[in-house]
């Protein structure tokens, strides 16, 4: 299994970015889909998931509304784009695939296969 981030860079406040996550060695539908980020100093928290039951996101409350997740099963790719973008949002961005329950659906004990990882920095 090898999941490959990308789309990482340096964006000024209230810039976009979008990332990608390309998945091999999965059958991507599946899987529960996730990116989290991690600041330096700071643990891996959650961003945006979408679980293979239903087309409904999940988002974490610091992006809601300036953050979309969404996959193409046929490219086997999750993305996410960002706008709006804010000093706060700067960290390594993991996408992450898995099968838990809902209630591990914001956890990373919810995923077991993670990609390498993007940085993204937003400059004030």
């Known amino acids: 299994v090898q999941l490959q981030a990308s789309g990482g860079g340096l964006v000024q406040t209230g810039g976009s970015l979008r990332l990608s996550c390309a998945a091999s060695g999965v059958t991507f539908s599946n899987y529960n889909w996730a990116w989290f980020r991690q600041a330096p100093g700071k643990e891996r928290e959650f961003v945006a998931a979408l679980r293979r039951s239903n087309s409904n996101p999940y988002y974490a409350e610091s992006v809601k509304g300036r953050f979309t997740i969404s996959k193409d099963n046929a490219k086997n790719t999750l993305y996410l784009q960002m706008n709006s973008l804010r000093p706060e949002d700067t960290a390594v961005y993991y996408c992450?695939?898995?099968?838990?329950?809902?209630?591990?659906?914001?956890?990373?004990?919810?995923?077991?296969?993670w990609g390498q990882g993007t940085l993204v920095t937003v400059s004030s």
């Open positions: 992450a695939a898995g099968q838990a329950i809902l209630s591990n659906t914001r956890s990373t004990s919810g995923y077991i296969h």
